[in-house]
């Protein structure tokens, strides 16, 4: 064998065994959870679910605090670190301004159990909407979806899905697709051959009636901005599309800034 032709089988070795552990170890590098289970903050209710494959979620539910109630709760979907905690302040904010608000978390987040898949986290936020919609007491129309990020992709999921439309949606911060935003921070990857969880947030947005608003940071650094505004235009029913200039992915006013808390308030 020639040394080109031995260089050649070596490199495609090497390249074989970097596609293997990737596709092999890729939901390490999509789902960061933290699996403690949280204590429970003061003024906070436990609430307990079940995803339609058995699974047992732990969520919070947090009570509107501004003595104007209006009857309207907002289940919050979160990204993909993190656990039930870190939405907390969101929730007080929320319920300031008089909505009854549900945290979840996903399984393998904040002490549940199971792994984190794109079925997986559907399921789970399907839990959620059935228990507000049973034994939470509330009806399609006075629940309003909120998703963080990739919590974006499972509610745009999740409301496709649905054969009652939610009261309205923030999607914050979303992408185009799993593969769209893999192929931004790793170009020289075939991301969308190797993808198993694929999420394809703009092409199911535009099945979904719920009035939808798109926030977003115009230096996001994770989710580039220009795919935000793709879903923004792909929403079949676009309310408005709000840029908070400067902000980054994971800056604090994304988190719960006023941005965020109106336009969850707009929708109530």
Same mark, same amino acid.
């Given at each position: %064998? ?10 495609? $070795?090497?390249?074989?065994l970097v596609v293997g552990m990737l596709w092999a170890l890729q939901r390490r590098?999509?789902?960061?959870? #933290? ?46 670190? *993190?656990?039930?905690?870190?939405? =907390? ?8 301004? *008089?909505?009854? =608000?549900?945290? %979840? #978390?996903?399984? *393998?987040? *904040? !002490? ?15 839990? @959620?909407?059935d228990h507000l919609t049973g034994a939470g007491g509330f009806t399609a129309d006075?629940?309003?979806?909120f998703g963080e990020s990739l919590g974006a992709a499972v509610v745009a999921r999740?409301?496709? !899905? ?45 099945? =979904? !009636? ?29 309310? #408005? ?18 941005? $965020?808390?109106? @336009? ?5």
């Amino acid at each position: %064998m020639g040394r080109w032709c031995r260089a050649g089988l070596s490199v495609a $070795v090497v390249v074989g065994l970097v596609v293997g552990m990737l596709w092999a170890l890729q939901r390490r590098l999509i789902y960061f959870p #933290d699996r403690a289970a949280p204590a429970v903050p003061a003024a906070v209710t436990e609430v307990g679910l079940t995803a339609d494959d058995g699974l047992r979620l732990t969520a919070w539910q947090v009570a509107p605090t501004a003595s104007s109630r209006n009857d309207v709760v907002t289940l919050v979907v979160p990204g993909n670190a *993190g656990n039930r905690a870190g939405r =907390v302040e969101l929730a007080r904010k929320l319920a300031a301004a *008089g909505l009854t =608000v549900l945290l %979840m #978390d996903y399984r *393998g987040y *904040g !002490g549940n159990p199971g792994d984190p898949s794109e079925d997986g986290l559907v399921r789970d936020a399907r839990a @959620a909407w059935d228990h507000l919609t049973g034994a939470g007491g509330f009806t399609a129309d006075r629940i309003i979806l909120f998703g963080e990020s990739l919590g974006a992709a499972v509610v745009a999921r999740l409301a496709a !899905g649905l054969s009652e439309q939610p009261r309205g949606i923030v999607l914050r911060s979303p992408f185009v697709s799993l593969a769209d935003v893999g192929k931004a921070h790793y170009p020289f990857l075939p991301v969308g051959l190797l993808l198993r969880d694929r999420f394809p947030v703009a092409d199911q947005i535009r099945s =979904v !009636g719920a009035p939808t608003i798109v926030v977003y940071g115009t230096r996001d650094t994770i989710v580039p901005p220009d795919q935000s505004r793709t879903v923004a235009e792909s929403a079949a029913n676009l309310v #408005d599309s709000v840029s908070v200039e400067g902000a980054d992915h994971n800056d604090p006013v994304l988190g719960d800034g006023p941005a $965020v808390v109106d @336009a969850v308030r707009r929708l109530a």
